[in-house]
C-alpha cells in the first residue's frame, strides 16, 4: 500500500535535529587513527638500501647519500600516493605514516620536500 | 495522440559524453520522436587510460596499486582479483586470517556501493532527499574503512600473499556498531522503496529486460539477477573466505530497474549478516605470506564478484618481476550491451534512470578489446612503435610538436 | 503620477520584488537543505550569484535568434513584476484594482511560461527545444485547475475584481473555510508554475541539462533566475491574497508583518514538498493532474456555486 510523501515524518524530525555536516575547519579532529598522509624518515636507521625506491609505484621518493651511513629522503608529495609500500618495503623500518593530511599548496615547489635528520620538512631550494 | 506517421525524421539527441547525468564519460545516441525513443546506441572509450599496457612495465607490487585505481568504488575487487591471480600462478596458499580480512572489507566495499548507487538513483530520477540521506549513512562505512585500511577509498589492503594490516578487537567493535546503525536506515531504505508512490512510479516497469534476453545479452551483477538469473560468482564459485560463511544469493523476477533496487537492497542486508559472521568466525594467524620477487611462467584467471558484478582477471607470468599480460574485464561491459535492448519503446525521461541502474562504471569498462573480422583472414595486428609514430605525425599536422614539450614538462617536475 | 511611480518602482514594484526576491530564494534553499539534514546557504548567496553571473561574458549561440534570446528574460520579469501590481499586498485594495483584473493576474503569471518556451524554442539546441515543448505541454496540463480554484474564490465573493474578493473575504471570515479544497489544489498547481519537484519536467537536470535555459549565461541568466525568484514572490502573493485573507483591519505595520508570514508560510510548504517527492515523468503528471485535481477543482466550483445560492447575503 503505497502513499506519496512517505518520508514526511523523517524530513520533519531532520529540521529540528543538528544538521549532519563536519564543521571543518573550524572542527579540525582529523582523521581516524592509521590513515595514511606524510612520510615521516628517520635518517638513523637508513642503511641505503633504496628498498623503498624500488617498490614506490610512482617513483616519489629518492634516497640521497649526504656522508657515511647519512641519508636523507626526498619526497615529492605531488607524485607520492600515500600507499604506504615503502614503509613495508624498508627492512630496517625507517619510514612511517602520519596521519597529516592537509598538503595543499599554491606553488608547487613547495610540494617537494626533503625529510632528514632534523626531521622537518624544509623546502627543496 | 499523434499519428506517428506525421512526425518528420527522428530527433537525433546526444547524452553524452559530457551530461550531467552521467558520472563518467561515455557516448550514447539517442533516436527520439517527442518524448519516445525509437534507437540508441552506446560508443565505449573515452576513459581508456593504458593501464593493462603499464602493468607489463611495473613489478606485481607496483601493479597491485595500480589495478587498484582502475574505478574508485570497487577498487578492493580489482586488487583482491587481481592478487588472487598471482597467488594462483605461484602456487600459494595465503593464510585464513587474512581471507577473512579480505572478505570483511569485500563487504565493507559492497555496502559502500550499494549505498552509493542508491544515492545516484535518487539524483537520476529527482529525489535529491534520498541522495542526502543515503550519502549521510554512507560516512559511517568510509569512516570505518578509513579506520581499518588508512584510506577512505583505494584502500590499499592488499599486497601478493595476504593483507596488510591487522584488525584489533576495538576495531572489531566499531565495525559491529557501524553495522548496527547502517541495518536500521537501510531497513527504513527498504521501507521507502515499497511505499513510496512517487519512487515506485518512476521504477515500475521501467527498462525491462526479460529473462533470456539477459542470459543472451550476458549480464552480470544485480543486473541480471533481477531478471530471475541466480549467477553470484561467491557461491559459485567460492573465493577467500565464502566457501564457510552462509548467505543467501538474492534474486527476484520483476525484470525491471524497481528489481534491481531490490536486489542491492536485499545485497545489503546481506551484507549485514555476512560481516557479524565474519567477526565472530575470524581465526588467528599471520595475516600474510612472503612471496618471492620473480614469479615463475604460467597464466591465471580469476573472479571476484564485485559489487555491479562478474569481475575477471587475467594474468601471465613468464619468470620475470613483471607481468607479461594483464587483462581486466570489468563486470559494466558485460552490462553495458544490455541497455539499448532496455531502452527500446520507453521515454527520454527513463534514460537516466535505466543507465544508472545497471551501476555503470565506465572507467573500470574502457579497457582493450580485440575485434577479428572473420571475412579478413590475414591477421591484422599494430605494434606499439607504429602506433606511436602515427601519433606523432597526427600531431605534427595539427601544430603540436612533443620535442618541446617534453623538455618544458621535465624541466617543471 | 509620483505616486504611480513609486508604486511600479518601489514598493510593490521592481524594488521591492527584488529584494523580496533574494529573500524568498534563501528562505526556500535553507528550508530545502534543513529537510536533508543539511547546513544550507548564507543569507547573501542568492545576492552573490547575482553578482557574479552579471560578471560574466555573455555567449550567444550562432544559430539562436539574438533577440528574442535576449528579449525573453526581460518580459518574463515585467510580466510578473506588472502582476503584482494587482495583487493586493498591503491592504484590501491593490495599487492599480479595477474590476476583471483577475483575469489580468491569471494571464500576466501565464507570460513568463511562454517566454521560457520562446527563449528555449530560438535557442536552437536540442536540449532547449526539448525542454520548451516541455514547458507548454506542461502548462496545458496544471493552467486549468489553478485558473478553476481561483475563479471558484470569485465566484463565492460575486466580484471579478481581486481587491474586491480580499474585501469580501476579510469582512466574511468565515467563509475562508470554503475554499480550503481550492488552497490545497492551488498549492500542487503553483509548483508546476514554478517548474519545482515533482513538476520540474521541464528543466530536468539529469536528462536534457537545463532544458530552456542550456544556452543562457552570464547577464541573461541571472534575470532568468530573477523571473523564478519574482514568479514566486507574485505567485505566492496571489495565493495569500485569494485564500489566505488574515490579518487586514489592523495598522499598516502589523499587515505588512502578516503578509510576510504568509508568504514565508506558502514557501514553506513549497520548499517542504519540493524535498518529499521524486520527479515525476510528463506523461504522468498530465495523468495526475487530469484525473485528479482538475475534478477536484471542479468539485470546489460546484461547492462555491451551492453555497451561492443557498447561503443568506
Redesign the interface.
Known sequence: MSRPGKIARLLIQSFFKKPATGNYPADRSGMPEGFRGKLKFNPQMCIGCKMCMRDCPSGAIEIIKLGEKQFEAHVNLAKCIYCGQCVDSCLKHALEVTAEFELARLDPAQLKVILNAANKATLKE | MHNSEHYSEDVKIPMGPQHPSLKEPESFLISLRGEKITASSVRLGYNHRGIEKACEDRTYTQGLYLIERICGICSHSHSTCFSQAVEEIAGVEIPARAKYLRTLIGELERIHSHLLWLGVAGHEIGFDTLLMYTWRDREVVMDLLAALTGNRVNYGINTIGGVRRDISSKQKEEVLKGVAILETQTKYYIDLAKNETTLLKRLQGVGVLSHEDAVRLDAVGPTARACGVKRDVRKDDPYAAYAELDFKVISVNSCDVYGRTLVRLGELMESYSLIRQIISKIPEGAIAVKLPRKIPAGQAVSRYEAPRGEDLHYVRANGTEKPDRVKVRAPTLANIQSVSKMLEDRYLADMPIVIAAIDPCFSCTDRLIAIRDSRNKEKNTVTWETIRLKGIEWYKGQGIDFKSLNKKLTESF | MLKALFHILIFPGLGFLFVFGFFVEYADRK?Y????????PPWFQPLADFIKLISKEEVIPEEADSTVFKLMPVFAITASAAAILYIPTLGERSVFAFSGDVIVVLYLLTIPTFTYFLGGWYSRS??SM?GAVRSLTQLFAYEVPLFLCILAAALLADTWSLSGMVVFYSHHLGYWFCNIIGFGVALICLLGKLEK??F??PE??????AGSFTEYNGKLLAFIRMSFNIEMVAGASLLAAVFLPFGLHLPAAVMFLFYLVQIIFIVAVIS?LR??????????MINFCWKYLAPLAFLQVLFNLILKVVLPR
Open positions: 528550508l537543505a534543513r529537510f536533508q539534514n543539511r547546513i544550507g536540442v536540449y526539448i519537484v515533482p520540474d519536467i530536468a537536470e539529469t536528462e536534457i541539462v517542504f524535498s518529499l517527492f521524486a520527479r515525476v515523468r510528463l506523461d504522468q
